[in-house]
């Protein structure tokens, strides 16, 4: 690799953004930064940005623009000499414009899923809350029903993957994330891909990134669909 090469992943709820994020983790050697895991990890070290954190969490409020700058950044600062891919972060436009203010991404990856595939993916989605870990009772279930398979402990299924929460989400990312999108969008650096199928998307977002990783990202912005 000639130079460090930073990247973000986006979508909405269940788009498949951690599966994809593990394999160009394992596939090109980038670090995988995760918010949700910076997220447990700063509210279970008692962090002053992780108590921060946890403050809003508890409430079931959404962590403000300046506190998740103030737990992720500094932490990007500390992976200065490393290539990474974000994922959960930038969420806002606030966030985005202070992420260039530190770094100019290399290729941000857009993942545009359809509402029905969603609806079935997360109504099927289990989660083993101290670790993040998720299961999908179709594709990806545990060895024992409801348990983690590391821990042995219970997994829930969160209110807001239930298909009556989900269209509310889905307005919620669109909205928020659209400054975000025509931002990296007019960079030159954002690259969407469109499908339902997770393993039908991945070959063209490998392809994409065993370009750019050897030469210098292009000025267009290009639109995949399996």
Known sequence: ?????????????????????????????LQYLSSGHFLREGIAAKTE?????????????LVPDLVMNRLMLPRLEQLSGHSWLLDGFPRTLAQAVALNNLYQLDLVISLNIPYETLR?????????????RVYNMGFNPPREQGKD????????????????????????YKDVAKPVIDLYKSQGILYSFSGTDTDRIWPYINTLLSTKMLIEPSDTCQTQTP
């Open 1 to 29: 690799m000639a130079k460090f090469f930073r990247a973000a992943i986006m979508g909405p709820p269940g788009s498949g953004k951690g599966t994809i994020s593990k394999r160009i983790a394992q596939s090109f050697g």
């Open 49 to 61: 940005a992780g108590l921060l954190v946890g403050s809003y969490v508890e409430r079931g409020m």
């Open 149 to 172: 398979d590391i821990t042995g402990e219970s997994l829930i299924q969160h209110d807001d993957d239930k298909p009556e929460a989900l269209m509310a989400r889905l307005r919620h």
């Open 120 to 132: 079935e993916r997360l109504s099927d989605r289990w989660i083993h809350p101290a670790s993040g």
